[in-house]
């Protein structure tokens, strides 16, 4: 059993290491701070990059700029893109079909599906 224990012993202590190198390397922000100093800390950690909030003194929250997320979910490029309202009034029709020719059209094929 002593094995064991030993065992345990060393996994936790390289656990704590690990977990204190991730922190060091890590832009950081604790909790106790953020609810003394508010908006102002995470705005100026977040100009070296994502806050990670320690709460009790392990990473519980990533604060990321309103660009790093953005980036991260890919709807900068959806940004990019014209919406499709924009797309329908910029669109330039090509066609040389009358309205009466498209209605004629849709109403042979209602027609069809009644006889199926």
């Not at 909790?31 to 100009?47: D, F, P, Q, S, W």
């Not at 990019?80 to 059209?105: C, F, M």
Request: hydrophobic share 40%; with cysteine; glycine share 4%.
């Amino acid at each position: 059993m002593k094995g064991l224990e030993v065992n345990v012993v060393l996994f936790a202590e390289r656990i704590t290491e690990d977990h204190q190198s991730i922190k060091a390397s890590m832009n950081t922000l604790r909790a106790v701070e953020l609810k003394r100093r508010g908006m102002i800390a995470i705005e100026e950690k977040l100009a070296a990059g994502p806050v990670h909030i320690l709460q009790r003194n392990r990473p519980a929250v990533v604060v990321l700029s309103e660009a790093e997320y953005l980036c991260l979910t890919g709807r900068k490029e959806q940004a990019e893109q014209p919406s499709a309202a924009q797309w329908v009034l910029n669109y330039t029709p090509e066609g040389h079909r009358s309205k009466e020719d498209i209605d004629r059209q849709i109403q042979e094929e209602r027609n069809s599906w009644e006889e199926a």
